[in-house]
């Protein structure tokens, strides 16, 4: 990572469900100067926020960026999975990762929580990866949440 890199953190309140699993999600940013910073990583448990947004941030009295408002958001979705198949293995969520990259996503698995947070731009097949993400579902593959979602992925759902 370039010098340009930095962490931001956010904070997260959990809920009676006792999710998200943690009260503090860092993820990386590119200083913009100006009090603002553009994530370059996919959440794994911030509702809200996708890849490539521009947010706020506060620093302490420790040198700590905290994320504040979205300044501007990307056209990015942040969908998560946890993996159910084979117990949520490497290679099953290695393949996960490589089925919807095919239709036009990125993203990384997590091992202790079995998940896959896809980065889905406005570029990828929208309504393709929705039946994926359903079929994988009703199959009993994966469960999935919408962490952070368009316009334009809104219109793929089925009424």
């Not at 896959?116 to 999935?144: F, Q």
């Amino acid at each position: 990572m370039g010098t340009d890199h930095v962490k931001v953190h956010f904070r997260m309140d959990m809920g009676e469900d006792g999710r998200p699993p943690v009260g503090v999600e860092s993820l990386w940013a590119v200083d913009l100067g100006d009090d603002t910073v553009r994530l370059d990583n996919t959440p794994w448990f911030v509702r809200g926020v996708a890849s490539d947004d521009i947010v706020r941030v506060e620093v302490d009295d420790g040198g700590v960026r905290w994320a504040g408002e979205t300044v501007r958001a990307s056209e990015n979705c942040t969908i998560r999975l946890i993996v159910l198949k084979d117990g949520g293995s490497v290679a099953a969520r290695q393949s996960v990762l490589e089925v919807f990259h095919r239709l036009g996503t990125t993203g990384e698995g997590l091992e202790q929580y079995r998940m896959v947070a896809l980065d889905v731009p406005p570029t990828a097949d929208l309504p393709k990866i929705r039946e994926l993400l359903e079929h994988g579902d009703t199959k009993g593959w994966w469960h999935w949440e919408e962490g952070c979602v368009t316009a334009a992925w809104r219109a793929t759902a089925s009424d």
